[in-house]
């Protein structure tokens, strides 16, 4: 098998980066989650090679934490999904996982009011 080379003016994907979009994906697809977010600076992001910025992951150097900001829905046990989400993500990668709970989203399907 041989690798492709990334379309022209986009870089291709390193292992790190396609951690980082599968643990955004991961997170997203969490019941309790309602977004990703920045945090409260908006700098829990990542930069990836040709693309925009994916907000709401940020993977450090091998022995720092993988931090997550979340929106969650109101109508979930915060405590739980937290703990679940950081088991999900250590599963991944072990080492510490920091979840930050941005904020709480009400209303139908967390539209907010």
Do not use: N, W
Not at 34 to 43: E, H, M, N, P
Not at 56 to 74: C, H, M, Q, S, T
Not at 103 to 113: E, H, K, N, S, T
């Amino acid at each position: 098998m041989t690798d492709s080379p990334a379309p022209a003016g986009r870089a291709a994907a390193s292992p790190d980066d396609m951690f980082v979009e599968t643990v955004a994906a991961l997170v997203a697809a969490h019941p309790a989650v309602a977004r990703l977010d920045g945090g409260r600076f908006g700098d829990v992001a990542t930069y990836l090679p040709g693309r925009r910025r994916l907000v709401g992951v940020r993977v450090g150097e091998p022995g720092e934490p993988v931090e997550i900001a979340v929106v969650v829905l109101g109508d979930r046990p915060i405590p739980q999904a937290v703990a679940e989400i950081r088991s999900a993500v250590a599963a991944l990668r072990p080492g510490p996982v920091d979840v930050t709970v941005s904020d709480i989203a009400v209303g139908p399907l967390g539209d907010g009011p």
